[in-house]
């Protein structure tokens, strides 16, 4: 698929904090979803870790993919509460969120956000991104490129998660 015409990719904008709140609910059940007082904090701080993908045609956003950088090797819950933990100069990205509408899921966009935000993260010197999932998106990481380390250090949302990593040096 020629994604380039169809979307933008690119930083978020401030004022499209509320679409970000409002996909991050649809994507992700409550008791995993990233608050609206955390989900702007993140944006306020480090809105150059978010690559957001807007539909050409709507001018809204079809999703999304988020992260905090920090020096850190480990995920741990606290990256997505506390903000304090976002390090800009850190070589690594903890990310936080891949959220695809579920009208715009299975055209591999979710596929292309990673590829080009792993390129542009790459570009500022990054060395690896890690993130947690759920068994059931083990292989579709794996297909992305990432290495399952096993099951994660996280409780978040009461739910078992592996944690993985893509080196992207």
């Given at each position: 698929m020629q994604f380039d015409d169809r979307f933008e990719f690119r930083d978020i904008k401030i004022e499209e904090s509320d679409q970000a709140v409002a996909i991050e609910q649809i994507c992700f059940p409550p008791n995993e979803a990233c608050s609206e007082k955390c989900m702007k904090e993140r944006i306020g701080a480090a809105s150059e870790l978010f690559m957001v993908v807007m539909d050409r045609k709507t001018g809204r956003l079809a999703g999304f993919l988020n992260g905090l950088s920090t020096k850190e090797s480990s995920f741990r819950d606290d990256f997505f509460t506390d903000?304090?933990?976002y390090d800009?100069?850190?070589g690594n990205i903890m990310l936080l969120g891949l959220d695809v509408l579920p009208e715009?899921?299975?055209?591999g966009?979710?596929?292309e956000i990673v590829r080009?935000?792993?390129?542009?993260e790459k570009e500022k010197?990054?060395?690896?991104?890690?993130l947690t999932c759920l068994d059931s998106k083990v292989?579709?990481?794996l297909k992305f490129g990432f290495t399952d380390l096993g099951i994660a250090n996280s409780t978040w949302g009461g739910e078992e998660w592996h944690e993985m990593s893509y080196l992207i040096d």
């Open positions: 903000i304090s933990l800009k100069e850190g715009y899921r299975g055209q966009l979710a596929r080009r935000y792993a390129l542009r010197g990054r060395r690896k991104l890690i292989s579709m990481y």
